[in-house]
Every structure is written in C-alpha cells, then in structure tokens.
C-alpha cells in the first residue's frame, strides 16, 4: 500500500519580514531561506516523515535548480525515480513573502510542472494503480491530473484533490466527480461556490454545498478557526489545535500529507481529518514548507498534549 502524488515541486525562495509589504511599497526582511516547495513535493515529505510509502511523480528542469530539489527529496527518503528530468523546461520556482504571524503571499512561476502531461501518468501507472491514496493539486495541467486520479480510482484507491491554486473559473462537476475527497481552504471555497466561509458553521455550510456539486466528501480548511467535513459517513466541525504560527506556508499541503498517510493506515475520515489537523498545526510553528513537516512521532506527542481539534 502506497501514498502517490502527482503534482509539482518548486524551489521556494522565502522571506520573512516583520510585516507585508503594500502594492509599491520596499521593506528590509529579517532573513531568507531557499528550499524544497511546491504542493506536490510538499505532501509528498509530509506523508513520507510520517512513515509512509511514497511514490512521487513529477518533473523538474535541466537546470542549477533541479539538483538541490532532488536532493532534497533525497534528504526526506522521498524516491526520486518517477521524477522525470525535463530538458526543455525549467524548475518551478516559487517567490514568497511572510509577515508577522506567519501571514504570506506568493508568487508562483510553474516551468516544468506546467508541462506534466499523459506521458507523465503512463511513466508513474504502475505505481498508480497499487496506491491506496493519490495526492492532487492544480499546479500542474488538470487533464494530466484527471488521467491520474481516473487510473488510481479504477483501481479502487482514494483521490484527494487540494483545489490551489482555485481558478477563479471555478471547477465543472465532472472534476469534482472525478475526486473522493476536496480539501479546499476558505479563499478556494469562495472561488469554488461564489461566496466565502467565515466560521465553522459556514464551513459545514460550504463542504455540503460541495459535495451538492458532486465530489464524494469535503473538508474545508478555515485556518486557525479549525475545519469542517462532510460526507455520506459522517458530518462534523474540528476546532483548530492551539499553536503559536510563525509561518504558515505548506501548512495545507502537510494537512493533506497528514490525511492520506492518516487513510492509508485505515482511521475514518473524521480521526484522519483530526490528525491531519494537528500536522498541519505543528507545521505553522517552524519555517519553511516541506522542512516544516512534522514526524509521526512528533504528531502522536502533540496529539497526546495539546489542546483542540475537538
């Protein structure tokens, strides 16, 4: 049994500053960090340091890029040999800002990611159709994306799509019927159905309105305030985990990491949705995106200690 993701990896190149700056407006940063991002390379860290098995399908560029994301992948025991190396494309690089409170904006440059396409999915069948959960965003092509979750799906494993980033278009319902669960923030949600969640109750409001549209089951992440799930099985709001966020960039993408490793080991989806709210929690406390993923010993410890995610 395996955690899959197809999707992409940048390398982040972040800033932290005491504040965000206004349009037009130069500020001084503390610091900056380079490292391994991108939703795709992010989930897949957050599933492996659980202790899941990964496989990875993704392209990365010819470039000075492409070797210190590898290995750092590497680092993370995340196999690289599905990551295809694009000779005609760059590596996605995303440029980020962070202020106070682990509030960000980002800017994202796709290069090869952009360019992942069917050859992509006939590289990585094999491992598709034995995955007990894919992991799916939409920062690569979504008729790629589809190709993947319809093979993991005629297989008889779980497709959890991370709607970001959100067309402003929306999603037609043959996507979100093409996914078992979508796990879109509140801004997401707001492009997906035209308004957006401000408390839990409007969470549960929005993830059965989603799944009115046609996906299976839906969790509505709304930040420090918690989430909400609704499915056939099962209805429930999930207060936040009590932490002190420093940086919240990846924190959805460890969420997602967390829930898939969560269902690959067999919990509901609502004991999966609680734990993967405390590694996303844990993440927002250390900077970096897939470097700010917790271990599966580090989430049962905050498990057992903290406060929320009633």
């Known amino acids: 049994m395996t955690v899959a993701v197809f999707g992409s990896i940048n390398i982040d190149v972040t800033a932290y500053l005491e504040r965000l700056p206004r349009p037009g407006e130069t500020l001084h940063g503390r610091e900056y960090k380079l490292g391994l991002g991108g939703k795709g390379a992010n989930q897949a860290v957050a599933a492996r340091k659980l202790g899941s098995t990964v496989a990875f399908i993704a392209r990365l560029g010819a470039d000075d890029f492409a070797k210190p994301a590898r290995r750092e992948l590497a680092s993370y025991d995340v196999e690289t040999q599905l990551v295809a190396e694009d000779r005609e494309g760059a590596t996605g690089i995303a440029i980020i800002n962070v202020g106070e409170g682990g509030e960000n904006y980002i800017s994202l440059i796709g290069g090869s990611n952009l360019r992942m396409d069917d050859s992509d999915v006939a590289r990585g069948r094999s491992e598709l159709e034995k995955a007990s959960v894919l992991l799916l965003q939409l920062e690569v092509p979504l008729q790629a994306t589809l190709a993947a979750a319809a093979v993991v799906k005629s297989h008889g494993g779980t497709v959890i799509l991370d709607p970001a980033p959100a067309p402003v278009q929306g999603l037609p319902p043959e996507v979100l019927k093409a996914v078992d669960i979508l796990t879109p923030n509140e801004t997401e949600t707001g492009l997906l159905l035209g308004w957006t969640p401000s408390t839990l ?8 309105e989603l799944r009115a549209k046609g996906v299976a089951s839906a969790i509505v992440k709304l930040g420090a305030k918690g989430l909400a799930v609704s499915s056939g099985e099962a209805e429930a709001t999930i207060s936040a985990f009590k932490v002190k966020a420093i940086d919240t960039v990846a924190a959805g993408d460890t969420f997602n990491g967390g829930l898939a490793h969560a269902l690959e080991q067999g919990l509901p989806l609502l004991e999966a949705a609680r ?7 844990l993440s927002t406390t250390r900077k970096g995106a897939s470097a700010a993923a917790p271990t599966k010993a580090e989430v049962e410890e905050f498990l057992s200690s903290s406060e929320g995610g009633a």
């Open 275 to 281: 734990y993967a709210s405390a590694c996303g929690a």
């Open 201 to 208: 109750d409007d969470g549960l409001k929005a993830a059965r």
